[in-house]
């Protein structure tokens, strides 16, 4: 089959289908992907053609202050409305006029998206391409009762009170998706498609699709969440390796079998400041018997190598988690979902702080699932950190979930679940 891939240009969005585009490539389909300038070089070193974008612009976690200044100045749910409308809502027309002149000389028979591609919609009933959507984060709201809106980090309501300031917070964040919802809603009424409710902008990607795939498992979600006939869990979504030369190797004192050893990292976007999570988990560990790999995703490294010279420490720009993981005992995350699974998938339990771009969602989950401790900060102390740590290598509880889940994850096997889909889709063309 002809297949187009497009996910928004985010390593979150782009990174876990990677995996799923090159399975696809060699099983013999014809595989492209839409790619912005950023992720061209991506796709392309995957050996995956890449069409590029002529009309959309390519908004990235690192330009998004660039293009727009005033969103540094803003905070809660003034960013989650700015955010909602310029990241995700904003280049919708021009996406879809790209992947529509793509069309025109890729006749692709299906469109792989990740769920937060709200063009997605307009392939889906303009062009009556099937689409398959990812959802990369905790599965969509669906408006279920008793399922906390996003965006909050809350977890479902036990009392009058919680259930009070679920009503609040569903208000609230309806509000903030309002621009978001006005201008989508104008992109709509420009292709002659029905405008969708002012609470219905999170829905999008589960009807338009023809499947939605969930990345994770019902295990780290919450009981009350009820999923359409469309949706099903797929279990974790491995990235394509990378080249090894942009890899570090695991330190021999991670490979000893009789260290304790802690991995931190903030991820690949909310990393330009290390004071957040990284340093003051340095601070935390440094000098003391438990062997600390950093990650920096590129930011700042030899700058923390200078500050932090004890014998423990080992501070990198990127080393792959499949080589890391199965030697670490524990995770300090900023909660990219990505990021968490890596660690659960490999029996690792999480230490969580982030409040930002929905990981107060994610790090909800772990809390509420026991699977380490939430910090529900976005800039924890040291000393928050070391007693997070010490409570999750030392609680049976936590390392028990962790295993459950662990196994869990490991009993799905996603290439054949798309596979199946697939092979479905087809037999009815």
């Given at each position: 089959?002809k297949?187009?891939?497009?996910?928004?240009p985010a390593q979150?969005?782009?990174n876990p289908?990677?995996?799923v585009?090159l399975?696809?490539l060699?099983?013999?389909?014809?595989v492209?992907?839409?790619a912005?300038?950023?992720?061209?070089?991506?796709?392309?070193?995957?050996?995956?053609?890449?069409?590029p974008?002529?009309?959309a612009?390519?908004?990235?976690?690192?330009?998004?202050?660039?293009?727009y200044?005033e969103?540094?100045?803003?905070?809660?749910?003034k960013r989650?409305s700015?955010d909602a409308?310029?990241f995700?809502?904003a280049?919708?027309r021009?996406?879809?006029?790209?992947?529509?002149a793509?069309?025109d000389?890729?006749?692709?028979?299906v469109a792989?998206?990740?769920?937060?591609?709200?063009?997605?919609?307009?392939?889906a009933?303009?062009?009556e391409?099937p689409v398959?959507?990812f959802?990369?984060?905790?599965?969509?709201?669906?408006g279920?009762a008793?399922?906390p809106p996003?965006?909050?980090g809350?977890q479902?309501a036990?009392?009058?009170?919680g259930?009070?300031?679920?009503?609040v917070?569903?208000?609230?964040?309806?509000?903030?998706?309002?621009?978001?919802v006005l201008?989508?809603?104008e992109v709509?009424?420009?292709?002659?498609?029905?405008?969708?409710?002012?609470?219905?902008?999170?829905?999008?990607?589960?009807?338009?699709?023809?499947r939605v795939?969930?990345?994770?498992?019902?295990?780290?979600?919450y009981?009350?969440?009820?999923?359409p006939?469309?949706?099903?869990?797929?279990g974790?979504?491995?990235?394509?390796?990378r080249?090894p030369a942009?890899?570090?190797?695991?330190?021999?004192?991670?490979?000893d079998?009789?260290?304790?050893?802690?991995?931190?990292?903030q991820?690949?976007v909310d990393?330009?400041?290390?004071?957040?999570?990284?340093?003051?988990?340095?601070?935390?560990?440094?000098?003391g018997?438990e062997?600390?790999?950093?990650?920096t995703?590129?930011?700042?490294a030899?700058?923390?190598?200078t500050?932090?010279?004890?014998?423990?420490?080992?501070?990198?720009d990127?080393?792959?988690y499949?080589d890391?993981?199965?030697?670490?005992?524990?995770?300090?995350?900023?909660?990219?979902?990505?990021s968490v699974?890596?660690?659960l998938?490999h029996?690792i339990?999480?230490?969580?702080?982030g409040?930002?771009?929905g990981k107060?969602?994610?790090?909800?989950?772990?809390?509420?699932?026991?699977?380490?401790?939430?910090?529900r900060?976005?800039?924890p102390?040291a000393?928050?950190?070391?007693?997070?740590?010490?409570?999750?290598?030392a609680d049976?509880?936590?390392?028990?979930?962790?295993?459950?889940?662990?196994?869990?994850?490991?009993?799905?096997?996603?290439?054949?679940?798309?596979?199946?889909?697939?092979a479905e889709?087809?037999?009815r063309a």
């Amino acid at each position: 089959m002809k297949i187009l891939f497009a996910t928004l240009p985010a390593q979150g969005h782009f990174n876990p289908l990677t995996g799923v585009a090159l399975h696809l490539l060699a099983s013999g389909h014809d595989v492209r992907w839409y790619a912005g300038p950023v992720y061209q070089p991506k796709v392309d070193a995957l050996g995956i053609p890449s069409l590029p974008y002529r009309w959309a612009t390519e908004i990235t976690g690192d330009n998004l202050n660039d293009l727009y200044p005033e969103r540094g100045h803003l905070k809660g749910p003034k960013r989650i409305s700015f955010d909602a409308e310029k990241f995700f809502v904003a280049n919708v027309r021009n996406h879809y006029r790209d992947i529509a002149a793509i069309r025109d000389d890729f006749p692709f028979e299906v469109a792989f998206c990740d769920a937060a591609l709200y063009a997605a919609k307009l392939v889906a009933e303009k062009l009556e391409v099937p689409v398959f959507s990812f959802a990369v984060a905790p599965a969509p709201y669906v408006g279920v009762a008793g399922l906390p809106p996003p965006f909050f980090g809350l977890q479902p309501a036990r009392t009058i009170a919680g259930r009070l300031r679920e009503r609040v917070a569903r208000t609230l964040g309806n509000s903030t998706m309002k621009r978001a919802v006005l201008r989508y809603n104008e992109v709509l009424e420009e292709e002659g498609l029905p405008a969708i409710p002012r609470d219905g902008l999170l829905r999008v990607p589960l009807q338009c699709a023809e499947r939605v795939f969930l990345v994770g498992s019902p295990g780290l979600e919450y009981p009350q969440l009820q999923l359409p006939s469309n949706a099903e869990f797929i279990g974790p979504l491995k990235p394509a390796k990378r080249d090894p030369a942009f890899s570090s190797p695991v330190p021999d004192e991670v490979l000893d079998p009789k260290s304790t050893v802690v991995v931190v990292s903030q991820g690949t976007v909310d990393n330009d400041d290390p004071g957040k999570l990284i340093i003051p988990t340095l601070t935390a560990l440094a000098g003391g018997p438990e062997v600390i790999v950093a990650t920096t995703g590129g930011k700042n490294a030899q700058e923390l190598r200078t500050r932090f010279t004890s014998p423990n420490v080992v501070i990198t720009d990127f080393i792959d988690y499949d080589d890391l993981f199965p030697h670490a005992d524990a995770f300090v995350t900023n909660g990219g979902f990505g990021s968490v699974l890596a660690g659960l998938r490999h029996g690792i339990p999480v230490v969580c702080a982030g409040t930002r771009e929905g990981k107060n969602d994610d790090n909800a989950r772990i809390g509420y699932h026991r699977l380490g401790v939430d910090l529900r900060t976005e800039r924890p102390s040291a000393r928050q950190i070391r007693a997070a740590l010490q409570k999750v290598l030392a609680d049976k509880q936590i390392s028990g979930n962790v295993a459950r889940i662990r196994t869990e994850l490991e009993a799905y096997r996603p290439y054949e679940i798309i596979d199946k889909r697939l092979a479905e889709l087809a037999a009815r063309a």
